[in-house]
């Protein structure tokens, strides 16, 4: 399996150095995005204030943007961490919640990615079809659309970035590798801002491995093979989630190599 | 039982169609109202930035206005999205957390309700009784009152609403019809939010049933027989919480035939 | 045991009393910290808004200010809640989080500490070496750095508060009166905001017990040995934290004669 030598190395690396994650998470997923950063090894920070985020997003080893109940204070404050992050090499992920459900939402993610570099961009088929210019596939901050690699490779080589989109199969491409993720189950959809909580785990590897087609893989694979553990022990949401959690803090590298469903298609 | 057909034909229109409820929900509440609301079958988004709340009130479903961690901010955007909510003929539900508590919140309530047609008003013993004009009820968020039906007939004749008093037994008057639900559990005090929780199932019928009355029933009575059923599972309420969110996710129609304690008084 | 005749006795004034304690709590930990304050047996309100702050405070019966998620506005409130809680002898909890993390968490700690009479002062060993003066001891809001019974009575002195230290072991002093405590279990490392929920406990004990020493020490210890209690049945976070909020729930005087390891050393 690919990544079977380098994942087992990357989670212990992650796990000692234990890298700090400024997030600016919604306020739905906060606490259930910080545990999980907690599970998988790394520190989350989540901060917000103009007076801090420049200092923070700085010091810190990835910074994780995710609009989900942005407004104009959160956005202002996004982008100057956003930049304060560039300055200093620190890999951003970007989690457009809901392009394309409002006009706000989809200009916002347009202007974040015109003035902050950003690393990988990870939404699920309806946001990142709105991305790529495909309107129609949201209802809300639910997909109701599916995409696929081609919606991948677009949105990279449109903005120049590493995109993961998120779905029963997950998506990864920088426009010249892409990978296939198979992993997960639909119970996912059932948990509040699973997708947001992935990308805490992405951010994490990220912090640890600049090749973020791997960095996405590896927390695309970490999570689901979690929640697919979490299933065995649960089929019902609310006890699921907490498995779920349970399962990335116990997760192991052997883990990996035993259920990863990864395909490398380019 | 009344709505002993009608509830299971509910529940498969709410699954099949997965209404959008638009919440402004308390900080506090955010993520176990999402979940909830995941659970019995509806999409949730909370939102409250002033950029999209008109839009996204307006494609609504259902609108929960839940004033539970109030500022200025988020009471102005409350009113453009209510106002948006009644020009598109979106169905509105207020929570009016704490009113009585402070001058702040009754003072809020009262605008909403003067400048928004809300369809449901839902609040517990002293939050209706200080809507009733009668003081001295709440300790913070906390009821320390008992109401009744006339309470509840009270508050819908003074402003018009279905009225839903919670407690132990739970009140629902439109001023003309009166119902009580005497399902549910003491240990849902012990959860915080339970009562913005049931407030996010009575929205979710409330998207796909126009008799107010009837949907208000149905989320309480959802909401309270999955309590009864986690609590076979868990007599205390950290556990017991995980498993209200699965029983809600389980429920059938066959629950309700079963298990409701539904009398209509009027 | 120390506090064994007084501690039975405290928890059941709690119970019978629900006193109302106010709090500014982060974003991230508001659910948890309000389903702790309801297990111990208080009554939780959360509210920041400059309209109500005054009223809340002068009505609680604690006041708990949690910089974790501080911006502007928030800061704002929390000191117009501070000199209110004054004015009405309402005692008050303040936990630095973040302090030494930022020059702005460094400043608002010491701009709240000169504007409001703190009675306990409450941080991780990074946080309140830096409220001692010395620096390089957070990484975000994790602690890095061991702080012992010293930095308690430095920061007691300094600002002639009750400080807590929370670390593997916990220090109280105010400056005359010492005491450690060495329940708890490093799994608490792994949930958010465990020392912020530990906060509430405390929070609740002042509101019923004007020794601050001793209220601290009985939120500590009412904590640390639910948290105990639960490891016993998970040893992964996310299971972990449900059980630890079912311990609170099912606390007893009994736990504290028994599984209390606390030492007076002043």
Redesign the interface.
């Known amino acids: 399996m690919w990544l079977s030598d380098e994942f087992p190395r990357d989670l212990r690396i992650l796990r000692e150095r234990?890298p700090?994650v400024?997030h600016f998470m919604?306020?739905?997923?906060?606490?259930?995005a910080?545990?999980v950063t907690?599970?998988i090894g790394a520190?989350?920070?989540?901060?917000?204030?103009?007076?801090?985020v420049e200092?923070?997003a700085s010091k810190?080893n990835a910074l994780y943007i995710n609009i989900?109940?942005?407004?104009?204070?959160w956005v202002e404050s996004m982008i100057i961490a956003g930049k304060a992050a560039n300055r200093n090499n620190v890999p951003v992920l970007l989690d457009p919640v809901?392009a394309g459900?409002?006009?706000?939402?989809t200009e916002t993610v347009k202007r974040i990615l015109s003035e902050v570099e950003v690393s990988v961009v990870k939404g699920n088929g309806g946001e990142m079809l709105s991305l790529a210019g495909i309107t129609g596939g949201v209802?809300?901050?639910?997909s109701v659309a599916s995409a696929n690699l081609d919606t991948a490779v677009k949105v990279a080589e449109e903005y120049g970035v590493t995109a993961v989109v998120t779905g029963p199969w997950d998506y990864v491409s920088n426009g010249k590798r892409g990978v296939v993720v198979k992993n997960g189950t639909p119970l996912l959809?059932?948990?509040?801002?699973s997708g947001c909580m992935v990308g805490s785990v992405i951010a994490s590897f990220m912090a640890i491995n600049r090749d973020f087609v791997k960095a996405s893989v590896e927390g695309l694979v970490a999570f689901e093979i979690a929640a697919e553990k979490a299933e065995v022990r649960?089929k019902?949401?609310?006890?699921f989630?907490?498995?779920?959690?349970?399962?990335l803090?116990?997760l192991t590298g052997d883990d990996y190599v035993k259920m990863a469903k990864v395909e490398v298609v380019q």
Chains 1, 2, 3 share one sequence.
């Not at 989350?44 to 801090?52: G, N, Q, Y």
């Open positions: 234990r700090l400024h919604n306020f739905v997923v906060m606490n259930d910080a545990n907690l599970a520190s989350p920070i989540m901060a917000h204030a103009r007076e801090e200092e923070l810190a989900g109940t942005l407004d104009e204070y809901g459900a409002t006009r706000y939402r209802k809300g901050v639910d959809q059932y948990v509040t801002g649960s019902a949401p609310g006890t989630k907490q498995y779920l959690i349970d399962e803090y116990n």
